[in-house]
């Protein structure tokens, strides 16, 4: 049996109840918040205000206006829990088209391979094997909102079959669809400079409660909020060195203290809240006050160091409160950009990136990603 698929879809469901310890701010859905290509990888889960390429685009879709290629496709794999599960993996491409009046439209497919599942009854007779997966499709609209700022709409529908309809003990379970979006904002500096400054904020994931069976008032979805910079240097205008930061926020509610009976001593009912009103109240809801809320932010650092706009290498580290989940992750990276193909007239680029990890156990860890990117070569259109 893949016992992690289910426990996936079981931490979920209980994600509200005294089961966590730790009170971590926790959603479903939650391979929507890896790292969505190999350079984000590389630079600890984080770049999103890096300088924009054709490789990493889909970590800031409001990067698009800035890039010099009027369309792209790329395709990214990732298989999660390496060494651990081997059926289990995540799949995307993405691909843009720009617009004549600055702005540009986008879409993907990501593809989440949960593996295969024993099903068993309470007996352990086998009642077969399930394959779990999910699929998300996502389309989006970016635009220039002034010389230097970008912003970007994506909508994305959702079709999640973790496990069958089936009956696990007092649990009916089903599959789910449902429906989210995402805000992003980015901020390029004067690249002409020798040294600039880039910006970004993103939330992620906004949406409405999912159920996966009997649980009426669903669970949150993984609504998380960035905000990131990127300080940028050139070197005898050929090589380029980029310091990345970033901060990570979940925007659901931190779960409330429990008493001996199971009542809320601290904090607030999350079965009372919204998924809309969470986003706000998110900001304020740890029992613990505001230096709980600090310890539930997660940051990304990176160095990215571009040789004559063609090779390229990463280091980054995730660090992840040791009081709200303690994970941490090195991770290394590198890629060639710009490569001519078909007499010049695409361009192609390849990045891979891996993460180890250095905390408590994460997917993440011993794990690695490879992200395949072709453009058209604007100087030969």
Known sequence: ?????????????????????????????????????????????????????????????????????????????????????????????????????????????????????????????????????????????????????????????INSHLLPKHQFGQYNIRPASTLNTDLSLYYQGDRTKKHYFNGA????????????????????????????????????????????????????????????????????NLYNTSSLAAIFSSLSDAPNGFSEELSEIMISAGLEFTHANKLIGRIGYFNDPKSKGNRKLLTIGGGLQNLSLKEDKWLMNFDVSTSFGLGDFTPMNHTYMLTLSFSKNKKQQ
């Open 201 to 268: 904020a993103v939330i992620q994931n906004i949406g409405p409660k999912v159920s996966f069976g009997d649980e009426k008032k669903g669970n949150f979805q993984s609504t998380i909020f960035r905000l990131g910079g990127a300080y940028n240097l050139k070197i005898q205008n050929k090589d380029l060195i980029s310091l990345n930061l970033d901060a990570h926020k979940m925007l659901v509610p931190t779960p409330p203290l429990y008493g001996a009976e199971g009542r809320i001593i601290k904090g607030k």
């Open 1 to 157: 049996m893949r016992f992690l698929s289910i426990f996936f879809l079981c931490f979920s469901i209980v994600a509200h109840s005294q089961v966590n310890l730790r009170r971590i701010p926790l959603g479903t859905l939650d391979f929507l918040l890896y790292p969505s290509d190999a350079q984000s990888l590389g630079l600890g889960m984080g770049g999103f205000a890096t300088n924009p390429t054709e490789s990493n685009w889909m970590t800031n879709h409001a990067k698009i206006p800035f890039l010099e290629s009027n369309s792209s496709i790329n395709v990214v794999y990732n298989p999660i829990a390496n060494g651990i599960i081997a059926d289990m993996g995540l799949a995307r491409i993405n691909a843009y088209t720009k617009l004549k009046n600055n702005s540009s439209f986008n879409w993907g497919i990501q593809y989440f391979d949960g593996g295969k599942i024993d099903l068993r009854d309470d007996d352990g007779v086998s009642n077969g094997e399930f394959s779990s997966y999910t699929l998300a499709i996502q389309t989006g609209y970016s635009m220039k909102l002034s010389k230097k700022i970008n912003g970007g709409l994506t909508f994305r529908y």
